[in-house]
């Protein structure tokens, strides 16, 4: 991903030196149960500033977030919008004075159309009491235009737009919930807006932010990703435990910097092996599997490697491992793990020949919300405990506590929490103890670490290399492509459904494979909007 | 965790148990000499059985994510079936019963062949099939209630007495020992509550979740047909109850997921909802003998119950937002819902 970028510069007619901050936040103390979750944080946000909040999990964000909010009380300090300030009264108050909220979920209707989304949760105008289309259109267009939407058509669902539209379709709502004033709004939050969008729409999604920051409004951008905030935000804001450890602008700072400011040490990329190891024996044989957007994929994998895929969204690379662990069925092609055929569509007996499945969706198709922690790592072989006619409680116990400890999953006893309620990251642990503790001789895993904080990602990226190294073959597609170049002996470019290219030791590096995402000829891009123009043509 | 939390949601789990045991005291300080006796004890227990065993044959669908409407048309269809067999046909008992189970274990599978392989909603699926079943029941009976069989045998079949008790409701505890080892302390069990909670992920796990699904419902097809056989044996079959017991059933499976295991379709939680209601119910009719008691009080219990466990629980996913702020500073999925709100 590029550094580079022309984005705070264009934005920078809009800040005019020495005029007031948008949001100031003072001292904000916050404690739960006496302990400092917050601790005298300050800084404060310019008009027409893009400003990243960054830390881990834990180190206080969200709650930072709620303050602002108004849905926890600080035990001290203040929060001045435009100089004027919060009084803790209720959510309304937050709102009134103009800070508005975006969070990850975006609170879209799929099946409702863009001009109904834009007012929900307020009226529709009026006209002697029934509802005034022609007004609606108007307002609506007005508020996309303020994120670049303005061309979007008012009548499609929201289910047929990228998720970047859906996001911007939120924000546009968002700054514009009452029809009546056509201000901008003064403070837009966004909590982890890309967390779950593929890197291509990212690029989108970031020329909406540089729009909102362009017209005035001060932007509070949470985020995992470190990319995003040298490509996007003018500062930064770092907090560790709850105390705010670093502001400063974001061209003063190196990625390494950052992170290092963020854990508080210094965090090496997991050990690469790139002398070019003895190949061990093929496991896994993928021949001509087509199906949606997969048009051919034929390739191997070897026992002890970890193989990665890349590739834009709708480059067939998003259902390549669904269709190799026999989610759905294929139309044609076939499957060989170490020789013998993988049924399609029958996801039980892919287990039972030891090919375990990481998909990308983690609440909707990875894991039980309403089950345990325990229970959502134990049910792929939940048999195993089932002895003498009784299922034995405590023998599954001990051994997910033993999983749960080796994998570092907190809090301790998560056990017997409901598996939402844990964290992101310790989230992804339990779903990679599921997996693991079934000894399988091939992990597919999609998107292993999205939404996980820095720290849990380390230690992720760790457990996967220690885990081919006993010999398992693993495949790992993702849109991450620093994680690709972190861990893989191997990396397979997906474009248009086929397989274009097959990068090897120093190939691995993200702008290379950017580089044959995009296709071979294109440079390493100077600039944000140009890359997006060229991922738009790619994906489209 | 607090013990002065501890102990609320220890009264929040058994709440139908003081409940109950709040109405026995009641009734018995205003009813003593016709509600505490053992003749209502034994009663309430007996007429109860049969609700308690249809409610509990909801238990595998509901935890499993599915709706079994037409076990309602299945009691009526296996009460008028066993009784024909045996007054028409001149069928044993025995062999009439194991007719009838096999047939509405055959209703079963088609409601599951319905559900699971052309896909229909087993809501919608299940209210269908409710109806041709009882269009099939009036075909066999042309309108005409059977003349229950003479035999001695049939009327012992529920009506022996066993420790004071009809052991019809030995029969229904039996049933409900046999349920709660199967979703307690079996890996079918816990298929059951993972495909519940999200059907392609258990699926993605190795859940072979459409076998799951086929089963359940020829579990609750087979239950029903025994609750109509033991009615039939103890009142005589009806042409018309069946359907009335599907509301009391449905609405005491779904109170028992406030109880013990909150949020659980479970098999005590059941049984308590049940005779805590009919508890209350007993001691009203003792006071003052109306009809509408009945209704009104299963109603009002339900909508009250479901709606109160709901308020706990969203307040118990409040405080665990706290907490996972504290231990870990958020991020968990259960802050989704608090800034989403606060922006609309």
Not at chain 1, 308 to 333: M, P
């Amino acid at each position: 991903m590029s550094q580079a970028s022309a984005q705070p510069a264009r934005r920078a007619a809009a800040r005019e030196a020495g005029r007031p901050p948008r949001l100031a936040v003072e001292g904000i103390v916050k404690k739960f149960s006496g302990t400092r979750v917050l601790d005298d944080v300050s800084f404060e946000i310019l008009p027409g500033e893009v400003h990243a909040l960054l830390g881990h999990n834990g180190s206080g964000k969200s709650t930072l977030i709620k303050c602002l909010a108004n849905y926890y009380i600080p035990d001290g300090g203040r929060i001045t919008v435009d100089g004027e300030g919060l009084s803790f009264a209720g959510p309304g108050d937050s709102a009134r004075l103009g800070l508005r909220f975006v969070h990850q979920d975006l609170g879209l209707v799929d099946s409702c159309s863009v001009l109904d989304s834009m007012f929900l949760g307020r009226s529709f105008p009026t006209r002697f009491g029934v509802i005034s289309w022609s007004t609606a259109r108007e307002s609506a267009r007005l508020s996309l235009s303020r994120v670049g939407l303005q061309h979007l058509d008012l009548d499609s669902p929201i289910e047929e737009l990228t998720p970047s539209q859906k996001t911007g379709v939120a924000i546009a709502r968002a700054l514009n919930t009452d029809a009546s004033t056509e201000d901008a709004a003064a403070v837009l939050v966004l909590d982890e807006p890309t967390a779950t969008l593929p890197a291509a729409e990212v690029e989108n999604l970031l020329l909406i932010v540089d729009q909102v920051a362009a017209a005035g409004t001060a932007v509070l951008y949470v985020t995992h990703r470190l990319d995003e905030v040298f490509q996007v935000a003018d500062r930064l804001t770092v907090l560790r435990d709850g105390v705010n450890v670093a502001t400063r602008r974001v061209d003063e700072m190196t990625k390494d910097e950052l992170i290092v400011t963020m854990v508080g040490y210094s965090i090496e990329k997991a050990e690469r092996t790139d002398a070019v190891r003895e190949r061990l024996p093929e496991l896994l044989r993928v021949e001509g599997v087509r199906a949606g957007a997969v048009r051919d994929a034929t390739f191997t994998v070897h026992e002890g490697e970890i193989l990665g895929l890349a590739g834009l969204t709708g480059s067939g690379r998003e259902e390549a491992l669904g269709l190799i662990f026999g989610a759905h069925r294929r139309e044609r092609g076939k499957v060989l793990l170490r020789g013998v055929e993988l049924p399609a569509g029958d996801p039980a007996s892919s287990i039972g020949h030891g090919v375990a499945y990481l998909p990308a969706e983690r609440k909707t198709h990875g894991s039980i919300l309403t089950l345990t922690a325990a229970d959502n790592c134990s049910v792929t072989d939940v048999r195993r405990f089932f002895k003498r006619g009784f299922l034995r409680r405590s023998l599954e116990e001990e051994e997910v506590a033993a999983w749960f400890q080796r994998l570092q999953v907190k809090p301790l006893g998560a056990q017997g929490l409901a598996f939402g309620a844990l964290s992101g990251g310790n989230q992804q642990k339990v779903l990679f103890a599921k997996w693991l503790r079934c000894k399988p001789s091939v992990l597919l895993f999609d998107e292993p670490t999205q939404g996980v904080d820095v720290g849990a990602q380390r230690e992720l990226h760790e457990l996967m290399r220690e885990v081919a190294a006993d010999g398992t073959g693993a495949v790992v597609s993702s849109s991450d492509l620093a994680e690709l170049e972190a861990i893989c002996d191997r990396v397979l470019v997906f474009r248009n459904g086929e397989v274009v290219a097959e990068l090897t030791g120093d190939q691995i590096q993200e702008h290379e494979i950017a580089q044959w995402c995009l296709g071979r000829d294109v440079r390493a891009p100077e600039h944000v909007s140009h890359i997006s123009d060229e991922l738009t043509k790619d994906a489209s | 965790m607090t013990d002065k939390r501890r102990l609320s949601l220890g009264l929040d789990r058994y709440s139908g148990l003081w409940i109950w045991a709040a109405l026995i005291v009641v009734f018995g300080v205003l009813r003593p000499d016709t509600f505490l006796t053992s003749t209502t004890l034994h009663s309430v227990a007996a007429q109860q059985a049969i609700v308690a065993i249809l409610a509990l044959g909801l238990v595998i669908p509901l935890a499993t994510g599915v709706f079994d409407l037409s076990i309602g048309a299945n009691v009526g269809f296996a009460a008028v079936f066993v009784t024909l067999l045996q007054s028409d046909h001149g069928l044993g008992m025995w062999s009439a019963i194991a007719l009838t189970v096999l047939v509405s274990a055959l209703i079963g599978a088609i409601n599951g062949f319905v559900v699971v392989v052309l896909k229909v909603d087993s809501f919608i699926a299940t209210l269908g099939s409710s109806s041709i079943v009882i269009a099939t029941q009036t075909i066999v009976t042309k309108l005409q209630q059977p003349v229950p069989p003479p035999d001695a045998g049939w009327r012992s079949l529920t009506q022996t007495e066993f420790f004071g008790f009809q052991i019809i409701v030995v029969y229904m505890l039996a049933l409900g020992l046999l349920l709660w080892w199967v979703l307690e302390y079996t890996p079918f069990g816990r298929y059951v509550y993972a495909t519940g909670g999200n059907r392609e992920a258990a699926r993605l796990s190795g859940v072979r979740v459409d076998k799951l699904i086929f089963l359940s419902l020829v579990t609750s097809a087979v239950i029903g047909s025994i609750a109509g056989i033991l009615y039939a044996s103890r009142t005589a079959p009806s042409l018309t109850f069946g359907n009335t017991l599907l509301l009391p059933a449905f609405a005491a499976a779904f109170l028992g997921t406030t109880q013990l295991k909150p949020g659980k379709f479970n098999v005590w939680g059941t049984i308590i909802a049940i005779y805590a209601l009919a508890t209350g119910i007993k001691g009203l009719q003792l006071i003052n003998n109306q009809r509408w008691l009945d209704d009104m009080f299963n109603g009002v219990a339900l909508i009250g119950a479901v709606a109160l466990a709901g308020a706990r629980l969203r307040a118990a996913q409040h405080q665990r937002r706290i907490k996972a702020v504290e231990v870990d500073g958020g991020g968990s999925d259960a802050d989704t819902g608090v800034l989403a709100g606060t922006h609309r």
